[in-house]
Every structure is written in structure tokens, then in C-alpha cells.
């Protein structure tokens, strides 16, 4: 077995950093490719279920869900496997343990897992030339992505596609408004205030070209991230991707640049609405949220111990915040949750379910009043103690589990990708020993609570309305763009 060495250079990747991480029982290995500054992160251990994942930078510049359009495409085969179905050939008897693919608000990755050596050098093949070699025939973007459809000549003109299909889906669920107009709302002119799926209003505006630049863009090695885990051996896998594909390119392209836009500095209010069926009762069907910014995914001690506090805050059935609400009687449902991983800038977000307009200022009343009892009689000892226990148990409950490779590319995934340290993000034992000290001996969650929620300027209020015309006026207006193309 190859003894790798900092600095020196293996099948074109350069050695950043090697490190043993006990509390994980494995290697960790950061390498750069030397002509296309590649970056790639090696999880070594004697775990026989291999994972590896190809992962892109994916920054939409609008909400034509281009990047999710690509992402069934690419699938739709390549130069050196020119099928139709490259997931359902794949699947042929295979041995996977995991097969996919993710778009998410800035990254789409390809990650699989099998146990199987000559299956994972095989589907290690198939995933890196699917990404970097696609066929993108047009006949495919117009299935995968859009197209007009007439079902005969008497019927209406239409648009059909899969993605097209399925963000028609996506949007007609409330949820959908509510999440994306929190994030518009924190982080205006940024890649975040863009729809990665795709809006049906506007997935018809992407062109084919436009696709094909995207791609040639966004899915060069250089805009990439490669993650090895488990028992292959590390100098295979690095002299395989380098030997079938990367020595293809003769130098390197650019990464994609996530645009930060200018969040918020003070409070912002958006009224928007959702379709509902004509006739209904709009009583009681109105959604509230307030979103609070609260700080970005470097800070991975202050991330963790808000993800404990969105536990306490919506989930524990001691939550001080949840009984306030509902003994308001101002919803009949109640929730929330703490957003990180899926954009730089991370928040809060607390939302209502089946309220009406007028209960606005009401919500917001009672959520500070809420806040300021947290924070000046303090949480409570026992609550904060079963929140962090049972958190913690979860944490190290997915660290065992049989696709353990993939949660932890998860976890380096987003470090990597926002600059953060992918070793500092595999390790545990410090981070819960400093948070449970500070959380039950220091008041850390209560401090946490007045600077991020109760003090904090920067936060969106979102006031989602029933329409039952909406729907029929979306409708009219798509009815008029197919009718003037026609």
C-alpha cells in the first residue's frame, strides 16, 4: 500500500494535509490536482461499503432550474454510454447500497456506495464520464427540461417536461412560497434568492444553448469536488480518475463564484400569496414565518448549538416558545427550523400554519415575548440537558449507520465547499464537550437567543395568503404565453 506523503504528488494530485482522526478510526487525506486544482478529500478506514461522489459548484444566476435540468440530463447518457437510462442500467442486477444524484441551492453531487471492488471502480467510471462527457442531446433537454406539447390539433398548446412536471408539483405546496420567499427576503441579489429547481413561471425561458453553456461552465473538473470513502485502495481510485478522465483536460477552468448578495440589515416584510381552489374557505389558511439571519457556515460551534436550540424551540414538547404559541391560540399547527449546509449564510426560521393575516403583529408579540422569558429566567436545566443528549445520540447514531460514507461526505461537503476545515467537520467529541459546558454551566444558549433572535435587526417576515384566483390567474398567464407563440 502506497505511504503518502505531504506535498508530493500522486497521479497528479498534490498532498495538502493528511491526518488521523481516532474518534472516526480513519485517515483523512486533502489533495489538489496539480494542472486543475481539483480538490479531493479521501476517507480511508476498513469499512467495506465504498462510497464516492463527484460533486459540482452549481450557481444559478436565475430560477430556469438549469442546474436540475442538468442533473436528469447528464443521466440520460454519455460518449461512452450512449443510454437512455444510465440509473436504470446501472441498477441491472447491481450491488449499490445508495445511487443518486442532488441538486441543491448551489452544489448538485453524484454520490454511490456499493461493496462491491470491481462494481465501484466500474459505477466510478460511469458517474465521472455521465458528468464530464454527456451527450445533452437537444431531444433531452426538451424531455428532461421543457417543451411545447399539443396532444392533437383541436387541444390547447402546452409545456410539458420532467423537471418542468415536478416543480409544478413542488410549487403548488405552500412550503415551497414560504422557504423561498425567507430566502429572497434574507439574502437579496444573491445566488440564494434564485429557485435552483426551477420556477414553472420561468423554466421555459432557459434555451437549449443556455443549457449546453451551463454546462461546459459548471461541469468542468476544476468546478469540482471528489470524495473517496472506505477500503479502496487510495491510489487506485486517485490513478483512475486521473488516468480515464482528468489527464482529458489540458488546464484548468474556473470555479463558479456563489454571489453573496447584500443581506438584510434590518427588518423586512413580504406579503405574498399561494392558489387555493376556487370557492374555498380562506379562513385560518394563512401561513406566518419570521426568518432571523444568523451568521454564515464557518462557525461550526455556534451552527451546532443552534441546531440544539431550533430542537428546544419547535420540537421538545417543553419548548417555551411552542407553548406560548399555541396557548395563544393564533394557529392551528406550529414549527420550525434551523437552515445550514444549503447556503453560506445560515438562519432561523419560526413559522405558523392555518392562522389568518390580521394575527401578524400578534405572532410577532408573542414570539418576543417568548424570546425575552428564555433569556431572562433562562432555560430550563433539564430541558437543555435532555435536548443536547438526545441530539448528540442522533449525531453519533449517523455516524454508524450502514451509509456512514455518505453522511460523513455530507458533513466535509459543505466545509469544503464554503472554505471551511473538511477535518475540523468530521470531529465531535471537543465540539459537544464545549457546548455542553458552556450550555449548561455558562448560560451559552440563553446568550445565543438575545444576540441571534431577540436583538438581532437583520430578520424577514413572510405573510403567506390564500388566493383561490391565483391559480386560475397563473394559469390565464401561461395561457397567454403558448397562445402568442402559437
Known sequence: MTEFTTGSTYHGFTLDRKQ????????????????????????KNTDPNKTFCIAFQTVPEDSTGVAHILEHSVLMG???????????????GGLMTFLNAMTGSDTTWYPFATRNLKEYFNIMDVYCDVTLNPLLLRSTFEQE??????EDL???????????????GAFSDPFRHLFHNTFKGLMPDSTYAHESGGDPANIPDLSYEQFVAFHKTHYHPSNATLFFYGDADLDAELSYVQENFLSQYDGPGERAQIIPGNPIKQAVFIDDSYGVQPGSDLNGKTFLAVGSL?????DRKRNTALQIIANILYNSDASPLKNRIIEAGLCHDFGGLFVTGS??????LTYLIGCDVDKRDRFLEVYNQALLAMVSEGLNHDLVLAELNKYEFSVREEMNKAQRGLDLIGKALPAMKYGA????ALQIEQLFTDIRTQALEQNYFEQLIKELLL????????????????????AQEEHNRLRAYE
Not at 444568523?294 to 464557518?298: I, K, P
Open 20 to 43: 488521523y482522526i481516532e474518534e472516526i478510526d480513519s485517515t483523512l487525506y486533502l489533495f489538489t490536482h496539480a494542472v486543475l486544482g481539483t480538490p479531493a478529500f479521501a476517507i
Open 78 to 92: 454519455s460518449k461512452k454510454y450512449p443510454v437512455k437510462d444510465v440509473f436504470g442500467e446501472i441498477n441491472k
Open 343 to 348: 447556503s453560506f449564510k445560515t438562519f432561523m
Open 294 to 298: 444568523t451568521g454564515d457556515a464557518l
Open 145 to 150: 427540461g421543457w417543451h411545447y406539447h399539443k
Open 154 to 168: 383541436e387541444q390547447p398548446l402546452e409545456y410539458q417536461g420532467v423537471v418542468y412536471n415536478e416543480m409544478k
Open 455 to 474: 436583538d438581532n435587526p437583520a430578520y424577514v417576515v413572510v405573510t403567506l395568503r390564500p388566493d383561490s384566483k391565483k391559480t386560475a390567474l397563473n
Open 421 to 424: 476545515d473538511p477535518f475540523e
